[in-house]
């Protein structure tokens, strides 16, 4: 059974700092997706990596997958406080099935 | 494109009470997911239809929670009788061909009390 783990499940960071959120999931696969949900808001797609060694950027924000290691990362870079929300990564554990992380809270403080 | 559609957005009801839930896909995409995410469990799938058909149901509690898709374009996620328990955010999804990118819908966020 496909397991997801994600850590941290909270992140309290100051404005301007970089850090990484790193998802391992337990057996094969090379499609992940990552996605964003605000406080009572729905789930926003991010990104979706489809491959070893895929990486992706959108403005503060770059994921990164290696299959091999059952791993992807979400780099911040100098962190501002609009990306305050909770991420998460999903796996594919077939073929449509997505196991979701716990999620991680990140708090981006002034 | 108006995205995923769901209704009601929040839906509070005694237990025991009938609930429907209700959602309208992206025009187009072929698969429907209904999810249930609560603080305990996270989020889980309950249900997937592909070309209206229920794939997979592995994960719907229990008999007193039915999903149905009469047509390409509607679903519905019915609870009979509601429990406390029940309590939670239920999404709905869709996506072109099942292993496609998941857009998710505004959620309804049903209280039971």
């Known amino acids: 059974e496909l397991k997801v783990e994600q850590n941290p499940l909270f992140l309290s960071m100051q404005e301007g700092k970089n850090y990484t959120i790193y998802c391992n999931y337990s057996?094969?696969?090379?499609?992940l997706y990552w996605y964003r949900q605000d406080p009572g808001k729905s789930l926003e797609s991010l990104f979706v990596?489809?491959?070893?060694?895929a990486v992706k950027q959108e403005g503060r924000l770059m994921a990164s997958l290696d299959t091999k290691a059952r791993l992807s990362t979400l780099h911040i870079t100098a962190a501002v406080h609009d990306l305050s929300a909770t991420y998460f990564c999903?796996?594919?554990?077939?073929?449509?099935?997505?196991?979701f992380g716990s999620g991680t809270r990140l708090l981006v403080r002034p | 494109d108006a995205g995923v559609i769901q209704s009601p957005r929040h839906e509070v009801t005694e237990m025991g009470q009938e609930v429907t839930l209700r959602c309208k896909p992206i025009s187009g995409h072929n698969s429907l997911f209904w999810y249930r995410q609560t603080m305990m469990r996270g989020l889980e799938l309950l249900i997937y239809?592909?070309?209206?058909?229920?794939?997979?149901d592995s994960g719907m509690p229990e008999d007193r929670f039915s999903a149905k898709m009469p047509n390409a374009s509607f679903s519905t996620l019915k609870i009979q009788p509601s429990e406390p328990r029940d309590s939670a955010v239920y999404f709905c999804?869709?996506?072109?061909?099942?292993?496609?990118?998941?857009?998710f819908g505004p959620g309804t966020r049903l209280t039971v009390t």
């Open positions: 990596l489809l491959s070893n060694g």
């Open positions: 999903a796996v594919d554990s077939s073929s449509y099935k997505l196991i």
């Open positions: 057996t094969t696969s090379d499609r």
């Open positions: 239809f592909n070309n209206n058909v229920p794939i997979d």
């Open positions: 999804a869709s996506s072109f061909q099942g292993y496609y990118e998941q857009y």
